[in-house]
């Protein structure tokens, strides 16, 4: 029979081996520690596979459950030595949801569970500690009417506000026992009047009540579009874990905290986090009260006044500290933790792999190799390729003036700038139509997730360095500086003011989030230091890499920023921009316009010495290594005049009539230019277009090898080739050019000739292609607008569709369709290598620096990924990542 309870604490093992997918990630690592000895309440965990039966019978559990859940409970009345729902001396529960991974959108914990109208008395008895017995009770209610019950919880703040206010309190520490007591009594009958019924008195109803809605949470909509947003298979279920109360809010000598065993922000080895005294649950992260530092250094560095918790309970702080470092030796990685203290006694309540910036990541790995806690393999494969993104683009320039309206905590490094937005889907609509936002609120909540995927920064006015909005955007790399208390937020008037400043939606905001500074305005950028922790992974990455990383680039500059970033040659330079050039553009369109071979050539004449110092530039910089150069490859009508200025300047240069060449320009017109005279149909009707080209890349590479010594490898590129016989024309023209050059110059280099492979016919005829060409690039933007047969310029209108309705798992254009256009890859890699053995194989397109598109790469075989130049160091660590998963 299958088994769905599993029981841990109190030294009792039922074997589930801290199984994720079974236990849930937060029952398996309180089963973990329980398993190492650590303090951790008795409880039990119901599975996920408990979750995926009652689901898959109609909303019922199995008849098994009762006995096993019973002996759970026995467990812990065990362990502890009380008894659920005796009034003399009760124990309470929390019920807690635990999916595999940690998931917005699953019911909130409930707290102090087996509270009712009888056993509060009890409580308060054994506790000698009437106050707390009330608060407790008040809690439950409140939490349990939110989260179970799903009543208006405005309404039970409400009530308590303004009891408050007649007893002239501030705070809710200066409430007596008789003043929850009476907000006890009011609670209820909230409860009934909302709810139709009494609250629940009965404490096995309370129970079943919350394991029923932490059930029924996960096919909340909110989960399910967590799921869709996350891939987040619905079979996966969530567990349920029942634990024993411990209290961090008896006293002077209780506490509550949530700590992470390194800073989570910059990686520095270091404890970091907050705690309250006399607090419970998430009272840390609320933002009700502001939370105290975990540790003295903490606490000075940020000039704060209130003890941190290892001044104020030295002892227990120390046991802490031992925890810590049991669990990251345990768990080989930095951990997230949440504790309480119950009068001085440490209770650990979970821990997790901690959320942490990209910088963090990379120093952690770093660091933890270093200390040998784990390898350098494992180094390169914790950290998030896609998240070295935040590192490699720009910061701040400290140089430049700011206003800063305020400082808030700096809870996610890196700097934003945009129009403010209040609410998360305002932030989402400007994102689409291309605007820069800055999400500002009050504090955020799993609803703004949204918005603050679609926001550059997000700035908000409550909140501490654990609080939501600082998870989040750590977790997503977005810039976050949280608790800017002096920020008054008018969601209404959809106003921010700041002192006597006043911003209304739509004003520029700029966020510094490695500093926590709010600044009025748009504040320019500097570009990333790369050495450091950076450099060291790249090496160690670079020692398990087998595929190379080229860049895509066609300027010097570009050319340069490559290298920098390790880029091992092009493998894509195009060479049309080159003809936007303002110096230039006039020449092209008198080549264009022609309608002579005679006056193409004029032109062209014009055009080879530009070509060839633009090609020796990019040479120089990369001398030593291989350049992939495509010739022309767009429709030309993309470069004719507009207007009758541009007409006249080519007439002249041309010395033809401006109507001459407007009738010209009007027969280029062409109704598909995607699929129309472009690639290397432009060579096979221009044939001199392509000598040109060619003859300016061979006297480029002769001059760059004689100046140098250091000659480069050029690999001239036909472009959208279906058939073989366009690749042996084109390829005979660059051979004879080639020739030309070297007998004129009296000097060969080495080149190689090949095409790029964008059509499925190319792919399919690889094969016979390969007997010519030299090389392939898969060239992937048009190989999937080809297959699928969807204009990439065009697919912003459906794909998000296309993606919600799982018609494809991804966009195909960011990452690659791995079962059609991958198909036609491999095909095309088979059979190219079968007539030619050793053909070279690369991708360039925008997938080259997508890490699952390498991944696919990796397992194809191909020789190279090119990517942009900025992308580079990613290609690098995913192929790393690729390289490592392949060979297991
Ligand atoms: P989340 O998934 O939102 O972190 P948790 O289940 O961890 O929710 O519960 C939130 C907080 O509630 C915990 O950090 C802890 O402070 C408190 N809590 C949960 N269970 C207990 C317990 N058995 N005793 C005391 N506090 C608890
Ligand atoms: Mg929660
Ligand atoms: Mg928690």
Redesign the pocket.
Known sequence: MTRYVYRFGGGVDDGGKGDKNLLGG?GANLDGMAAIGLPV?P?FTLTTELCTAYYADGEKYPDSLNAEFAAGIAHIEGVTGKIFGDPADPLL??V???ARV?MPG?M??V?NLGLNDQTVAGLATVSGDARFAWDSYRRFIQMYSDVVLELDHGSFEEALEIAKEDKGYSLDTELTAEDWQALVKEYKSLVEKQWGKPFPQDVHDQLWGAVGAVFGSWESDRAKVYRRLNSIPGEWGTAV?V??????NMGDTSA?G?AFTRDPATGENAYYGEYLINA???D?VAGIRTPQYLTKTARERAGAKPLSMEEAMPETYGELANVFSILETHYRDMQDI?F?VQQNKL?M??TRSGKRTAKAALKIAVDMATEGLITEEEAVARVDPAALDQLLHPTLDPKAPRDVLTKGLPASPGAASGQIVFDADSAERLNELGEAVILVRIETSPEDIHGMHAAKGILTARGGMTSHAAVVARGMGRPCVSGAGSLSIDNVAKTLRIGDRVLKEGDILTIDGATGEVMAGSVPTVQPELAGDFGVLMVWADKVRRLKVRANAETPLDCRTARDFGAEGVGLCRTEHMFFDAARITAVRQMILADSEAGRREALAKLLPEQRSDFAEIFAVMAGLPVTIRLLDPPLHEFLPHGDGEFAEVAEAAGVSIDLLKRRASELHEFNPMLGHRGCRLGVTYPEIYEMQARAIFEAAILVAEQSGAAPIPEVMIPLVATKRELELMKAIVDKEAQAVFAEKGRTIEYLVGTMIELPRAALKAGEIAEVGEFFSFGTNDLTQTTIGISRDDAGRFLTQYVDKGIFARDPFVSIDVEGVGELIQIAAERGRKSRPGIKLGICGEHGGDPASIAFCEATGLDYVSASPYRVPIARLAAAQAALAHRK
């Open positions: 937060k309440p409880g529960v929390s807690r949801s635990g940690s699953m909130d914990t707290l874990n634990q024993a109360m411990v209290f961090g509550t949530v419970q649950g998430e840390v949440e309480t209770w309540l979970q």
